[in-house]
């Protein structure tokens, strides 16, 4: 091999490693922002949370939270009945996969 060639391969591969390296780290910069993102918004969730516990005197007491779990049981009781069942005759069958074709001999 000719020197110029050694020189533009080892020039591509690292270019490709540039590449690959890069990639990677705005991976990485997106999920530690989208997890910085999800922190604060728990965070504020939690203040607001106890806010709301500070602000009505039945939270002291957890009168509220059984009131909440109740329509939260009867919410979810309204997804819980069974889906009816479609006739066979409605079902679309699956079109077959093409068998791939012998050759032909000439």
Request: without cysteine.
């Given at each position: 091999m000719k020197n110029s060639t050694k020189?533009?391969?080892a020039l591509l591969l690292t270019s490709l490693a540039c590449a690959?390296?890069?990639?990677?780290?705005?991976?990485?910069?997106?999920?530690?922002?989208?997890?910085e993102v999800y922190h604060e918004a728990e965070l504020?969730?939690?203040?607001?949370?106890?806010?709301?516990?500070?602000e009505d005197p039945d939270c002291g007491t957890c009168a509220c939270a059984e009131e909440c779990a109740a329509a939260?049981?009867?919410y979810q009781d309204t997804f819980d009945e069974?889906?009816?069942?479609?006739?066979?005759?409605?079902?679309?069958?699956?079109i077959p996969a093409a068998?791939?074709?012998a050759p032909t001999e000439e």
């Open positions: 020189v533009k391969a690959a390296g890069a990639t990677a780290a705005l991976i990485l910069l997106q999920k530690k922002r989208e997890e504020k969730a939690m203040d607001e949370l106890e806010q709301m516990m500070r939260d049981a009867s069974e889906i009816p069942e479609e006739d066979e005759e409605d079902e679309v069958e699956p068998e791939p074709e």
